[in-house]
Structures are given as structure tokens and as C-alpha cells.
């Protein structure tokens, strides 16, 4: 299937869409209109409908979308058809938490390897991955397909870690320190920052209770 040039607002709402249409796939649903989808997502229709006409539409009129064929075929542009393996770097809190969220390995995403400085952790093994030393990083890097990496590590060590990593081949960095990665034009990476959506809610609920005044 043929995608054209595809805006980063509809990319960050596919998700989402795959989300639920798993879920109705969970449920045995085979077809779904736009409406009833729109109902579901809390999304009008007619978004639904822009953003899948962005890949040739998947729906037919009077019909509306084929579920395993629109998850599918979603779980393809959003690069889900293939597995991912993942190194974590940082085995602390939030290191752990990503290698035991069950949700990784579920869209396809492996934990291949987990690493750290910390000798209480480095040598044991989360659900039988193994944490090693950084100093065994790049050889690590060298010899595996890495797809991807996640940064957990302090925001001081940050930017030279992902500035390794990068040398040594990794292309694409899930970035949780809170930091601006300067990276190459051909590495990507995707920034979370737990904190920043909080302040987001923090200012909704501002706002719904001055409204409330
Ligand atoms: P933590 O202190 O529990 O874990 C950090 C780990 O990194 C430790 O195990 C430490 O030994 C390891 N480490 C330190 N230097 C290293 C190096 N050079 N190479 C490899 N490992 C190294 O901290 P936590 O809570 O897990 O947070 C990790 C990072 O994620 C921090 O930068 C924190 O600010 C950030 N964070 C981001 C969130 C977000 O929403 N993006 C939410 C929570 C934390």
C-alpha cells in the first residue's frame, strides 16, 4: 500500500486507532462504520475518516472499515509488523518498569538487554534478561540487531550515552531523561516525559475550575 507524505498529528493519533482496533479485534468485532467508531474514540467521524483517507481509505461506503485488515494494515505503516528489539539502558526504576511491562513484548518490541554501571544490578536478570555493564555496550551493540534504545539513565550521563550508542550504530532512541537529544539527522527518537503531561493536567484543571468561578 502506497502512503503519501503522512502529517505527524495524524501519526500520533494511529496509535490510538490500532489500540482500539485490537480490541475489537479482541472481541470478534469484524466491521466497523466511521460513526461507531467515532462513538467509541471519542473522535468525530469525520477525523476518522481524513486520517484514513491519508492511506488510500481503508473504508467502503455502506460498509464502513474491515477491522483486522484496518489493524493490520495500521500495525504496517506504524512499522508493528516486524519485531523490534530494544535495549534499556538504566536499570533503575523506570529501566525495570519498561522490562517488566508486558505491553512491550505484546506490540513486538523484545528487551534484548538491559544495561547499567550499578554492581548491585549488573550480572542478575529481569524475566530472564540480563543486565550487563556498559563497558560491554558496544561489543553488545556490535553483535546484536538493536533496533532501538531506551534511555533511563540520569540527565547528567544522558547526551554522552545516546552520543555512544549512536556511534556505535543505534539509530533510533526512546529518550525518558529529561534532556534535548542533539542527535544526527538520521537517527530518531521519540522524547516521554511523564512530568510534562502532568503539568498539562495541572493546567486543565486550572482551567476547568476558573471556569467553574
Ligand atoms: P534511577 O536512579 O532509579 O535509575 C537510573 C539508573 O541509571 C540507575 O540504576 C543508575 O545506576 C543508572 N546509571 C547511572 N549512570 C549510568 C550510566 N552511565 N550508564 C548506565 N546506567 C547508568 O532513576 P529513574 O527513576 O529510573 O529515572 C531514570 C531517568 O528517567 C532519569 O533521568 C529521570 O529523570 C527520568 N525519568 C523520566 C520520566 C519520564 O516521564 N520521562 C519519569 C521518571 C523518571
Redesign the pocket.
Known amino acids: 500500500m502506497q502512503s503519501k507524505s503522512i502529517s505527524i498529528a495524524v501519526i500520533k493519533r494511529l496509535p490510538r486507532y490500532y489500540r482500539y482496533l485490537g480490541e475489537l479485534l479482541a472481541h470478534d468485532v469484524v466491521r466497523i462504520s466511521s460513526k461507531e467508531l467515532s462513538e467509541k474514540m471519542g473522535v468525530t467521524a469525520s477525523q476518522i475518516r481524513q486520517d484514513l483517507n491519508n492511506f488510500g481509505g481503508f473504508g467502503q461506503q455502506g460498509y464502513g472499515y474491515q477491522v483486522e485488515y484496518l489493524y493490520t494494515e495500521i500495525g504496517k505503516i506504524l512499522g508493528l509488523d516486524k519485531k523490534n528489539n530494544l535495549i534499556i ?9 519498561l522490562t517488566n511491562s508486558t505491553g512491550l513484548q505484546k506490540r513486538g518490541f523484545e528487551v534484548i538487554g538491559i ?4 554492581p548491585e ?1 549488573v550480572g542478575t536478570s529481569v524475566r530472564g534478561i540480563p543486565v550487563m555493564h ?1 563497558n560491554e555496550l558496544e561489543q553488545f551493540i556490535k553483535t546484536h540487531q538493536v533496533d532501538m534504545a531506551a ?5 547528567a ?2 547526551p ?2 545516546a552520543a555512544d550508542i549512536v556511534k556505535w550504530g543505534v539509530k533510533a532512541i526512546w ?5 534535548d537529544l542533539q542527535l544526527p539527522p538520521d537517527v530518531v527518537q521519540e ?7 502532568l503539568m498539562r493536567l495541572s493546567y486543565k484543571k486550572k482551567a476547568a475550575e476558573e471556569e467553574k468561578k
Open positions: 539502558l538504566g536499570a533503575g526504576n523506570l529501566g525495570m518498569a544495561f547499567d554501571i550499578n544490578v556498559v534511555l533511563t539513565v540520569p540527565k550521563v544522558a554522552t550515552l529518550n525518558f531523561a529529561p534532556t522524547n516521554v516525559h511523564l512530568t510534562e503531561s
